[in-house]
């Protein structure tokens, strides 16, 4: 009995399973069925780097994102640069910082977390 996938796959796939002596059928996803793909994609491979955090998955998140690049008409080098532009205007995630929540002047500020810091 065959094996039903229905996903998006990398483009050398077919000829993968070709070379090992299988047929594979498939098709061409295009407009909007592509982008949908891409983003089952997506919480395919993140769920994957959730389960396994190994740079072998994280590479397979990173493909999803060029792919989405390209899909938008969009550079790599543009999408870098507009990532550092971001950092050096918020930081980025290095510091685990957790905002929990924001206050008024004069509310009271309470935090179960000694690092909060008061303004």
């Not at 790599?76 to 640069?81: P, V």
């Not at 924001?102 to 935090?111: L, R, T, Y």
Request: some cysteine; overall charge negative; charged content about 40%.
């Amino acid at each position: 009995m065959p094996e039903e996938y229905d996903k998006l796959v990398r483009d050398g796939i077919p000829r993968i399973i070709e070379e090992s002596g299988e047929y594979p059928i498939f098709h061409v996803a295009d407009g909007e069925a592509y982008e949908r793909r891409l983003f089952e994609k997506f919480e395919e491979e993140l769920g994957e780097f959730r389960d396994n955090r190994s740079l072998e998955e994280l590479a397979d998140v990173l493909e999803v994102v060029h792919a989405f690049c390209v899909h938008e008409g969009w550079s790599l080098e543009s999408l870098e640069r507009r990532r550092q532009e971001k950092a050096d205007e918020r930081g980025g995630f290095e510091d685990s910082v957790v905002l929990e929540r924001v206050v008024s002047n004069g509310e009271a500020i309470e935090s179960d977390d000694s690092s909060a810091r008061e303004t």
